[in-house]
């Protein structure tokens, strides 16, 4: 147990590395051994319940009160994610247009932003993910209503009776309502009993090892299928990346519009590129035969988000510096 600080120092200190060598290695585990992925994939959910417990008790209940307060970061995100997204990604959707499948697949998963693993990758990166975390509610409330709008405009009245919106619901119950309320009720028991503020302590310091068995699920549950539409699927990556290019100083242009400081900043882009890829995958999964292919879409873009945000957590801090003087 001595060396156990010494080892949470070091796994801190290389996480991104780390992260990466749990990319690599669900792939290699799912390309290996592909009938295990529906297995896997049941793991999905429980291991996201897991970190978001843990990183919400790492969030002071005093905080999220405070972020409610900051109306000028609220109406920049929903800004930036219901107005501005749009347009770009119908801009980034006509590369596909001809595809209704690709189409559909692009534009169910871009069009909703994250309310789950964006407010762990956001922290490790040192942004507001408390004003993210108090935002989650409005972003799933506004894309529920937004989304069949937008798909109406973009795709067409047909698709609307095909889609299914209960998925939505389960999910933020199962991936935001529970582990915040346990987060609550443990920073509640911590103030009393010793043992309650042990478990914080404990899920603290595992973080890194969390993040990089649910990095490792997520890839080893999807990357077979991925890689059986590879050819097809070349054409929607070069859309996911642009995305994440685009994002970062658009990001930071609106959050300079809202007069947000660093860290508010570095949540606003993480927030914009950050896609809600494993709450809309059962979406698309719902979807008529013609259109399986779209599942496979959504589920290349959380792949490939992953990498992104393993690299964004490097990126943005340099790249949203305060640049006063100390």
Known sequence: MKDLPQLIQWWT?????????????????????????????????????????????????TKLSNAWRD????????????????????????????????????????????????????????????????????????????????????????LLAAINLAPFVEAFLLLIVVPLAAALITQFLAQRVTTAQRLMDFMDAVMVPLMMLTLAVVVASQISAVSSEVRVLLNVIPIYVAFLVIMVPVGMI???????????????????????????????????????????????????????MVMYVRIIPQATKDKKPA
């Open 13 to 61: 200190k290389h996480q991104i590395l780390l992260y990466l060598g749990a990319l690599l290695l669900g792939g290699l585990f799912g390309l290996g051994f592909p009938a295990a992925a529906p297995s896997i994939e049941h793991l999905i959910n429980p291991v996201l319940m897991v970190l978001l417990y843990a990183t919400f008790l790492a969030v002071p209940l």
């Open 71 to 158: 109306l000028q970061f609220l109406g920049g995100l929903l800004t930036l994610n219901f107005l501005i997204v749009p347009v770009i990604v119908f801009a980034l959707s006509r590369l596909v247009a001809n595809e209704e499948a690709l189409l559909v697949g692009v534009l169910l998963v871009l069009l909703a932003p994250c309310i789950d693993y964006v407010i762990v990758f956001s922290g490790v990166a040192g942004a507001a993910n408390e004003k993210l975390l108090a935002a989650t509610p409005v972003l799933m409330l506004v894309q529920m209503l937004l989304l069949p709008v937008y798909l109406r405009l973009f795709v067409g009245p047909e």
């Open 254 to 308: 609106v959050s300079k519009a809202a007069g947000q400081d660093v860290p508010s900043t570095r949540a606003m882009v993480f927030s914009g590129a950050t896609r809600n890829s494993l709450v809309v995958l059962p979406l698309a999964l719902a979807l008529p035969e013609e259109l399986s292919l779209a599942a496979i879409v959504v589920v290349t873009q959380t792949l490939v988000e992953l990498v992104g």
